[in-house]
Nanobody, 121 residues
Framework: VQLVESGGGSVQAGVALRLSCATS????????VGWFRQAPGKELEGVAI???????RYAPSVKVRFTISKDKSTNILYLQMNKLKPEDTSMYFC????????????????WGQGTQVTVSS
């Protein structure tokens, strides 16, 4: 299983970025996938998660501004981030948790290496 993020960078507040996560070794059809972020000194935060039924959950701080999507033809997960704010500065990770039987495991077993997003005011 591999997850490789790209698309991060240093930008001014108010602009948009799109993160990509190229995946292999598992199927979106049987896996919940999502984006997480962690800033220095802060806890890991779930940003946007999409399950096998395409039900999406967003962190309240990004709802309306961020959009998660997945392309099953290319096995790429995206995070469109609009109207970025300095508080969005963080390392962003994509992750996956395939079903075990009919249940998702408690932990997310597969993670990418992360891509840094820095937003200046």
């Amino acid at each position: 299983v591999q997850l490789v993020e790209s698309g991060g960078g240093s930008v001014q507040a108010g602009v948009a970025l799109r993160l990509s996560c190229a995946t292999s070794g598992f199927s979106f059809d049987v896996s919940e996938v999502g984006w997480f972020r962690q800033a220095p000194g802060k806890e890991l935060e779930g940003v946007a998660i999409i399950n096998i039924g395409d039900i999406i959950r967003y962190a309240p701080s990004v709802k309306v501004r961020f959009t998660i999507s997945k392309d099953k033809s290319t096995n790429i997960l995206y995070l469109q981030m609009n109207k970025l704010k300095p508080e969005d500065t963080s390392m962003y990770f994509c992750a996956a948790r395939p079903l075990i039987g009919t249940e998702y495991p408690a932990q997310w077993p597969y993670w990418g290496q992360g891509t840094q997003v820095t937003v200046s005011s």
